[in-house]
């Protein structure tokens, strides 16, 4: 452990209640004089609320009364750290050389202090003469984290909570949101358990991956840049063991997270579960950054009813992540609004290259394509929702959306020596290179592991059926596979995703599937490896980026509660390589101008107004002919 993070660890006591609410006390940031009638001699901590009125060249009590009044206000309203009961005793910082026109029995005698030396405005704990920044104490009930984390000021030292089950949340007075270079300053974030953070141990939920791991000597570059712009992160969440794919119900070691839409019985999606689940669970929680091989952003924030990209492959770094594989991961993240995930992505993607021409940001799409083969295993109900916004798309866009087939534009226009059927030329694809990738990326692992502790690691019996599995591939199975990714994303490239096309799918599952069902035989386990032509081909093997949009809502009967429950619907819309911050503009602009709410709500799940006119589709739908349909699935 190093000397900062040690450091941290020892000035956090245990959890303290005020008013009812949980705290955490944390680092040192200042002191005040032992003179001072709110200082104590014992150890007993004192709310207390810091008051920035350094601007000031002189002071009296008429002054300090109505900035009182209206910087407390303001901290209630902006803050959800602060409480009434920290407002109390009040902490002035003072310039050094203010005139002060009215002597000390002008104030509540004991509940003010002025003082020039003092950190920013925001609430603390006093204990003795010094003050501690303080971590309000959130409960994870949706079980979305692995542990919460304590990071130390600009320094960015981390450590582990000690309390568990709660996430400490630091207060958004301590950060300047208008700091231009740092558009992030303050926004909290949670980060999936396969990312590097430096002096903490990555787990990627496995309890031998834990034990063999030592503490990170780095945190990983896509979550360095995320901090270097001003987020701060508060806890490590859960992922399925090494980013695999497996329902909800195939979690054995440890419970899957909780979505918190509908029954909160559905399953939250696959690896990035805790994420999604996170952000669409706690309205205290800004973002949260998952990972994609095989539509692990896509599948859970359909799932939960929230705003996620999958970034174009590459463009963001996975140094300092557990792999996948190299061919298909990317970091994503997770927002409850287009205009966050707007924020994020124009910041974090912002100056990375994959040399491909970007796209100006004033023009819009020229095409809207369809794919054939992604509708016909969606209901009415999500076709419906899915017509609606694809109605608001086309007036943005001033374009009528175009029906395509793959399968015949593969069939036409496929590249020599390759099956005229696009179904059976990528059938093992993906599967075949993240199986054996990620069995061969994990094999330094098995190993250290045993002969570490003379015995083979315990693992989730679905990550084991998947070893056994790519153990069974062969080289040349893995790197014809890796052509066939190679030739398919020149083919989409060159005969699809041509100037400015974009693509509209439906995004999730077409019914609801609970968090209880059990991949219990091998043909059920294999849909999780990424067989077959899926909702996901797309963006996996052409490594483009995909952006998913909660639309709507479909009502259905919960095997559960047995009563009608709430379904969120989403749209995946899927744009040219590179083109990640020119589709997500494209998008904010599209959901501005169609009056949708600004954001969904954590829990509540936002309803769109009745008066709204759902397009129907079954005109564009009825010529659709019966032919190659696309599975489900997410790793």
């Known amino acids: 452990m190093d000397p900062s993070t040690a450091a941290l660890e020892q000035n956090v006591s245990s959890a303290i209640q005020i008013a009812g609410l949980k705290y955490l ?59 009434e009961s920290f407002t109390k005793h009040l902490l002035f910082k003072t310039s050094p050389d203010v005139q002060v026109s009215w002597g000390s029995d002008n104030l509540k005698e004991g509940l003010s202090h002025f003082q020039s030396d003092l950190p920013r405005e925001g609430p603390y704990l006093l204990i003795g003469t010094t003050l501690h920044k303080v971590y309000k104490l959130y409960p994870d009930v949706y079980n979305a984290f692995t542990y919460g984390i304590l990071q130390s000021g600009d320094l960015s030292s981390f450590g582990k909570s000690p309390v568990e089950g709660y996430i400490p949340v630091p207060s958004r007075l301590y950060h300047n949101k208008n700091d231009i270079q740092k558009p992030l300053s303050g926004k909290r974030i949670a980060v999936k358990d396969i990312y590097d953070i430096q002096g903490l141990v990555t787990g990627a939920s496995s309890q031998a991956y834990a034990r063999l791991n030592k503490p990170a000597l780095k945190t990983a570059r896509c979550i360095q840049d995320l901090l270097d712009l001003g987020a701060i992160i508060v806890g490590k969440a859960k992922t399925v063991q090494f980013a695999s794919g497996m329902t909800a119900g195939d979690w054995a070691e440890t419970p899957c997270p909780t979505n918190p839409r509908g029954d909160q019985q559905l399953d939250p999606g696959c690896s990035s579960a805790g994420s999604a689940a996170s952000v669409a669970g706690y309205e205290w929680l800004d973002y949260a950054v998952g990972s994609d091989s095989l539509g692990s952003m896509t599948g859970p924030a359909a799932n939960c009813g929230i705003f996620g990209i999958r970034p174009s492959t590459g463009i963001l770094s996975n140094d300092g992540a557990l792999p996948v594989s190299s061919y298909l991961d990317t970091p994503g993240c997770f927002a409850r609004s287009i205009t966050d995930l707007s924020l994020v992505t124009s910041r974090w993607l912002q100056g990375q290259s994959l ?21 016909q295993i969606f209901v009415r109900t999500q076709l419906d929702s899915f017509g609606g916004f694809l109605a608001e798309l086309e007036r943005h866009c001033a374009v009528k959306s175009t029906t395509f087939s793959l399968a015949d534009r593969w069939e036409s226009k496929r590249p020599p020596k390759t099956s005229s059927s696009v179904e059976n030329y990528i059938a093992t694809t993906v599967a075949h290179i993240q199986l054996y990738d990620s069995y061969h990326n994990n094999l ?11 015995e083979k690691p315990s693992v989730d019996p679905m990550v ?6 790519a153990s069974k591939l062969s080289d040349d199975q893995y790197k014809e596979a890796c052509k066939e990714k190679m030739i398919f994303k020149e083919f989409l490239e060159k005969e699809v995703f041509t100037d400015r096309t974009i693509m509209i799918l439906p995004g999730g599952y077409p019914g609801p599937s609970y968090r209880d069902e059990v991949s219990r035989t091998d043909e059920q386990r294999m849909k999780w490896q990424g067989y077959g032509l899926q909702n996901t081909t797309f963006s996996v093997l052409g490594g483009l980026p995909a952006v998913v949009l909660p639309v709507g809502e479909r009502i259905y009967k919960s095997k559960f509660s047995g009563q009608d429950e709430k379904q969120p619907i989403s749209v995946m819309i899927v744009g040219p390589c590179g083109s990640d911050n020119w589709l997500v503009g494209c998008l904010e602009k599209v959901w501005k101008e169609s009056g949708r709410p600004s954001s969904v709500k954590s829990v509540e799940y936002h309803q769109r107004s009745a008066s709204l006119q759902w397009v129907s589709l079954s005109g564009i739908f009825s010529h659709f002919k019966a032919g190659v349909s696309l599975k489900s699935s997410e790793t």
Not at 365 to 372: D, N, V
Not at 446 to 452: K, L, N
């Open 355 to 375: 040399n491909h021409p970007g796209i100006p940001s004033h023009l819009k799409p020229t095409r809207i394509l369809i794919p054939e083969e992604a509708i």
């Open 25 to 83: 006390p944390s680092e040192a940031v200042g002191s005040i004089s032992l003179a001072s009638s709110i200082s104590r001699n014992g150890t007993d901590p004192v709310p207390v609320t810091v008051i920035d009125i350094s601007g000031l060249t002189s002071i009296n009590s008429t002054v300090i009364e109505s900035i009182s009044k209206d910087r407390i206000s303001s901290f209630l309203s902006r803050d959800d750290v602060i409480h």
């Open 464 to 469: 084991q059926f998947k070893w056994d599995l």
């Open 444 to 454: 330094k692992f098995r190993t250290d592991y045993m002969a570490a502790f003379d």
